[in-house]
């Protein structure tokens, strides 16, 4: 593992924040990531799909951007490819069952004061910390 | 249309915020995650740098009439805590917790052209898809 980054983290979470805020101001949407996604994937509105769509590109180019300028970025792949595609449709599934990830439970839930995403906040941050507790601890 | 360049603009922001906090590396994920480990704070900074804007600006912006760009701000309507949302919640920390991906930062470590992401990427796109047909059902 590696050195703590607050520096780095506060700045990506303040331009996470910045992003909320106007998403929330320009668009009237929550940044949510796995809600966007998933509005994609299954929308009734026919012209619901492009700001999302625009978004998720958005999302890649931010991050494509920072490793042109930066000359990549790290990325330590924590399992193999079984367990990755397990966890993907955990993720998958579970966001859409829960309402909601980090960003949209996290992030904006909180900021709404919404009673639903801080008991799912504190629900997946103490079941992924129990989960990485069970498979690098015990096993 | 401005909508759609504003949403363009406002996920490269995000994005970038991902690369810069480094939350696209899910080493530094399950290094939070791992409280009996070797702790690594850095989401903790990065979700109060988040929620220091968020929290005192989604009040105040919630207060317009409408947002800037579009007709009616669009928010959660549901408000009852259920067991779809612990479910939910518990399944996703499973997975969060075993691959160090959230879907924002797996969606943006894309572009690292890694197969291990693209797999995982794949899998949960199935995976909501799946949960979807259930609500269908339901």
């Not at chain 2, 939350?23 to 988040?50: H, K």
């Not at chain 2, 009439?65 to 518990?90: E, Q, V, W």
Request: hydrophobic share 55%; glycine share 14%.
């Amino acid at each position: 593992m590696s050195e703590p980054n607050i520096s780095g983290g506060l700045l990506g979470g303040v331009l996470i924040g910045i992003a909320a805020l106007l998403l929330l101001l320009l668009n009237g949407r929550i940044a949510g990531i796995s809600g966007i996604l998933g509005g994609i994937i299954k929308s009734d509105v026919p012209g619901e799909r492009f700001w999302r769509i625009a978004f998720i590109c958005g999302l890649m180019l931010g991050a494509a951007l920072y490793a042109f300028m930066r000359g990549g970025f790290a990325l330590r792949l924590q399992a193999d490819a079984p367990m990755l595609i397990l966890a993907g449709l955990l993720v998958g599934s579970g966001t859409r069952l829960g309402s909601g990830c980090t960003s949209g439970h996290g992030v904006c839930g909180l900021a709404r004061r919404s009673p639903r995403s801080a008991v799912a906040t504190i629900t997946f941050m103490i079941v992924a910390a129990l989960t990485v507790f069970v498979t690098r601890h015990l096993f | 249309m401005s909508a759609i360049v504003s949403a363009l603009f406002i996920g490269a922001l995000f994005g970038l915020g991902l690369a810069v906090s480094e939350m696209i590396d899910p080493a530094r994920v399950i290094g939070f995650l791992d409280v009996t480990g070797r702790w690594d704070p850095t989401l903790l900074f990065v979700m109060g740098g988040a929620l220091a804007l968020t929290v005192p600006a989604f009040p105040l912006i919630l207060r317009c009439a409408r947002p800037l760009l579009a007709d009616f701000f669009a928010l959660p309507t549901k408000s009852k805590l259920d067991g779809s949302l612990i479910a939910g919640a518990m399944i996703f920390g499973i997975g969060w917790g075993i691959a160090g991906f959230c879907p924002g930062p797996a969606l943006a470590a894309l572009t690292s052209g890694s197969p291990g992401v693209a797999l995982f990427v794949v899998a949960m796109i199935a995976g909501q898809w799946l949960a979807a047909l259930r609500e269908k059902h339901s």
